[in-house]
T-cell receptor, first 114, second 114 residues
Framework: KQEVTQIPAALSVPEGENLVLNCSFT??????LQWFRQDPGKGLTSLLL?????REQTSGRLNASLDKSSGRSTLYIAASQPGDSATYLC?????????????FGSGTRLLVRP | NAGVMQNPRHLVRRRGQEARLRCSPM?????VYWYRQLPEEGLKFMVY????????ESGMPKERFSAEFPKEGPSILRIQQVVRGDSAAYFC????????????FGPGTRLTVT
């Protein structure tokens, strides 16, 4: 069964700190992995998409890496700001699944304290 | 190019009533996914549709739930005889093709069953 897990479930850091969010998946034959941000009561904002042939993607202060052999992805946030406070979700698609549906982790709830 | 549109954004139904949730994909997208997010949980896949076809409904509850994506008009997720446990946020995502492209998410419909 293909599963995606995120640790920790919640994280609180002071403003300015660099931080890493973790995502693990059970099937190394991943097709792609997507990181999303979700604000309370809101929809999903796509942050980064990493294809299986890629090792990392960067956007501004965000950097996402993908290590298929270990079944892990990390989202690195540099110089965190209070506006980064949100829930971060990772989701993967797998080639054995012809519908390419996204399998989501349960999220990491991030609080950046001023 | 307008994004994925969902309406209504908020829907309140009494137990036993029917709920109809609509999703208009991005222009040029013919693939639609529905996901459900129960309170304090991650998103779970429900159904994947192409125009006039249900491709994968492995995540749909066996009873009371149905989905369609007609040749013309939005995709509809229909829940008959709603119960309190159906209270959740329902998200729709669209894609121009299955697989590699990102899935683009709508803002969601928050269903409350009283």
């Amino acid at each position: 069964k293909q599963e995606v897990t995120q640790i920790p479930a919640a994280l609180s850091v002071p403003e300015g700190e660099n931080l890493v969010l973790n995502c693990s998946f059970t099937d190394s034959a991943i097709y792609n992995l997507q990181w999303f941000r979700q604000d309370p009561g809101k929809g999903l904002t796509s942050l980064l998409l990493i294809q299986s042939s890629q090792r990392e993607q960067t956007s501004g202060r965000l950097n996402a890496s993908l290590d298929k052999s270990s079944g892990r992805s990390t989202l690195y946030i540099a110089a965190s700001q209070p506006g980064d406070s949100a829930t971060y979700l990772c989701a993967a698609t797998f080639p054995m699944d012809s519908s390419y549906k996204l399998i989501f982790g349960s999220g990491t709830r991030l609080l950046v304290r001023p | 190019n307008a994004g994925v549109m969902q309406n209504p954004r908020h829907l309140v139904r009494r137990r036993g009533q029917e709920a109809r949730l609509r999703c208009s994909p991005m222009k040029g997208h013919s693939h639609v996914y529905w996901y459900r997010q129960l309170p304090e949980e991650g998103l779970k896949f429900m159904v994947y549709l192409q125009k006039e076809n249900i491709i994968d409904e492995s995540g749909m509850p066996k009873e009371r739930f149905s989905a369609e994506f007609p040749k013309e008009g939005p995709s509809i997720l229909r829940i008959q005889q709603v119960v309190r446990g159906d209270s959740a946020a329902y998200f729709c995502a669209s894609s121009p093709l299955p697989g590699p492209p990102e899935q683009y998410f709508g803002p969601g419909t928050r269903l409350t069953v009283t």
